[in-house]
């Protein structure tokens, strides 16, 4: 089998796709990153070597999310895309028609408005309604039920109510104090949707002209009471694609394989990095008064990149380069 | 005396060419860098922008280094910049330090007392030689905006990467290096050669704007270097307001002609924001308005968080941008920084130019 390799390192999960060449997704692997991505990388690329056939052909890798320099460097990509460009490209690929795109991970939320195809606007989470997810994660686990069946639960409100969702810190203590008054758990949870849902719309998409057909993806999407939520603050109907929380990885592949249709091989560095040894290690360089934290990447204890430094004097002391902008 | 002031990009090269010109004890802050915002937000108000917190760390610094006598711009208007000098003064005299205050008022409002100032710092000059010196100082200030325009220009363009950023500090050099006047011309003609030497090859490039409030757009610690980033990502750039553009307009009342001005951009405006909101704000609508009938591909807002005129702005900019249809993007800084984000969203929103021109 031949195909394409897409790699998401994100600050929650990495996500690891192979597309056979008519694009149909063949193996998704959804992962959490624990604050080790190359770890959580590694670990993918072995899942993945298990579950594909032996004569598995990899024709080009992109990657992307948060931690795409670190991952294109440790697979070998071909392309390195940002997470916007590639959630559009997944979406309209996957829902083809697609005009509005709101996606919700972990740490990022964003919006994304495309019309006829092509992206003509979009938004990422400013100063607020960051770390969504996480927050949902955590008020599942303080609530001591699986993330999974937050979402069932929340479907079972009859009357949400209503929590100030303006800012996490207020939304839990509003959360304890309904708690406290005595309303049930769904009638709570789909409140605590509705005002996320709230929040993000006031503040991701404000301004932006929100039209059918809406996708909303990322690894928010699984819960079913924020899908609710979202559907009756807009009216609309609200699509969840497939492979809603590994799309980053989806257009990553995609990417790879418009970026591979001119011919050319791939640097994809083979599914024995699962067992090679990198190691991520810094040091804050003091040779000017910005002390820059310099990242370096070694392999077998040789070091292949580095970055992070704003001069250059590291970054480009290399031959082989994958610089940041 | 020793006199200091803060730090905005450049600025620095023409405010001591001016004073060392009329014999005034000069000492420049060290590069703003980490240490000078870890100084600064340690001691400054929280929600303080990013501009007090920089420059208190420029105070601090210079201390170190002998500073006795600040020279700071004064304000008037909806923005806090007015009180800055004042409240980091006060800031200053707790921390213990011993500064003499010389604030420097628009000359609209008080002309007599900004001519006092003058005279105050540079004492026994003759009021010919105090205009000699800002002449001299001015003539620094268009020297190095053109160099930095001729940056912006061959970086998309450039044969190696960051041969127009070696170029450029070679240039810089020649340009801090003059003592006088007259010998500038030929120190013109160095620079130019200097940057005439950066081998480019055509490729198609995009056109981005840069607005917003004035510090953040001169100084690159604190835009995280934008500009250079962009040019890295094949964007040539242009910004809204340059150093020897705001000094006519701010301090000679428009006396030199052919410059570009902030009443263009105000009269570009309206009807997005039909008044002055204080700061850069009323500037920012209107120089969007204007880069997009230039047919420029896009324009990226840079807003100090809290700033409240670019707040007013950043409100305007959505309807402004489908209204004209030129993507717009706000870029919101302060002391916390996440590298990460900030390059996404530039790569995506770069991303979204050229798949909209065709030139991926």
Known sequence: ?325 | MKVTFPHMGHMWICLSAMLEYLGVEVVVPPPTSKRTLTLGARHAPEFACLPLKLNLGNFIEAAERGADTILMAGGCGPCRFGYYAQVEHAILEDLGYNYRLVVMEPPQKHVGELLSKIKYITGHSSWWEVIRGIRFGYQKARMVDELERRAHYLRPRESHRGSTDKAFKRALQEIIAVKHPRDLPQAGERVRRIMAGVAIRPRPVLRVGIVGEIFTLLEPFANHDLERRLGYLGVQTDRSIYLSEWVNDHLFLGLVRGLRSRKEACRAAPPYLNHFVGGHGQETVGSTVMYARQGYDGVIQLLPFTCMPEIVAHSVLPGLSTGLGIPTLTITVDEQSGEAGLVTRLEAFIDLLARKKGVV
């Open chain 1, 1 to 325: 089998m031949k195909g394409y390799l897409g790699i998401d390192v994100g600050s929650v999960s990495t996500n690891l796709v192979f597309m056979d060449e008519n694009g149909e997704i063949r193996e998704a692997i959804y992962l959490r990153t624990r604050g080790q991505p190359i770890f959580a990388l590694q670990e993918g690329l072995r899942q993945l070597a298990e579950r594909l056939p032996a004569n598995t052909i990899v024709r080009g890798v992109g990657t992307t999310g948060s931690g795409r320099y670190l991952a294109g460097i440790i697979a070998g990509a071909d392309v390195v895309k940002n997470e916007i460009t590639s959630h559009a490209v997944a979406a309209s690929t996957l829902v083809p028609g697609v005009q509005t795109i709101l996606e919700i991970g972990g740490q990022d939320s964003k919006i994304i408005i495309l019309r006829n195809g092509v992206v003509t606007d979009f938004a990422m989470n400013t100063v607020c309604a960051a770390g969504t997810g996480s927050f949902l994660d955590q008020q599942a686990a303080r609530l001591n039920i699986p993330i999974e069946e937050f979402g069932k639960l929340a479907l079972k409100s009859t009357v949400p109510v209503r929590i100030a969702g303006r800012c996490a810190v207020f939304a839990e203590s509003d959360m304890i104090h309904k708690q406290q008054m005595g309303y049930s758990l769904p009638d709570i949870l789909a409140g605590l949707c509705e005002a996320l849902v709230r929040n993000y719309l006031n503040n991701v998409g404000k301004g932006k002209e929100i039209l059918p057909p809406v996708v909303f993806q990322g690894g928010v999407a699984a819960n079913a009471g924020m899908r609710r939520a979202f559907e009756q603050a807009l009216g609309l109907e609200v699509h969840v694609p497939p492979h809603y929380n590994v799309m980053g990885a989806v257009g990553a592949a995609l990417l790879a394989r418009e970026k591979m249709a001119g011919g050319g091989t791939s640097r994809f560095r083979g599914f024995g990095v699962a067992k090679t040894r990198f190691k991520a290690g810094g040091f804050e360089c003091e040779n000017c008064p910005n002390l820059c934290e310099v990242v370096e990447i070694t392999r077998e204890g040789e070091v292949i990149a580095r970055w992070g430094d704003r001069c250059g004097r590291w970054s480009n002391s290399l031959g082989y380069q994958e610089n940041a902008v």
